[in-house]
């Protein structure tokens, strides 16, 4: 192999090594908090519709939220999201197993019953 074409050997070498470290440092890719939040929609949307509450429903959407209180006796809820604080209902056999400090989602949407 005369000089220039182990230079070149070398050189690519070299580059393809630098590309292949570069990579592999490279941190991920997080997307936009707005990708996010349209991705999680579709998801919550798509739920909503397995769970039969499409049609009339308005507004339909999911919020995050941390339960800051739970009475497992009424199945009264406090939770914060969104910067705002909530008070829900739920059957009480529904969250046995909820408690403060809990990470939820909330599934949300109304249906106008009269005018």
């Known amino acids: 192999m005369n000089t220039r074409n182990f230079r070149r050997s070398a050189l690519s ?3 393809l090594a ?3 470290t570069a990579w592999a440092f490279t941190p991920p890719q ?3 908090t707005s990708m996010k939040l349209a991705h999680q929609e579709k998801h919550d949307m798509s739920m909503h519709k397995s ?3 499409h ?3 308005k507004g339909m ?3 995050p939220g ?3 209180a739970v009475d497992h006796a009424t199945g009264v809820v406090h939770l914060k999201s969104l910067g705002m604080d909530l008070v829900v209902h739920f059957p009480p056999p529904s969250i046995k ?3 403060t400090g809990d990470k939820i989602r909330l599934m949300l949407g109304y249906r106008i019953t009269s005018h």
Do not use: D, E
């Open 97 to 99: 197993g909820l408690k």
């Open 18 to 20: 630098l590309a292949s």
């Open 51 to 53: 769970m039969g509450m």
């Open 30 to 32: 997080t997307p936009p």
């Open 61 to 63: 959407h999911g919020m």
């Open 13 to 15: 070498i070299a580059l």
């Open 66 to 68: 941390t339960v800051t």
């Open 55 to 57: 049609g009339k429903m």
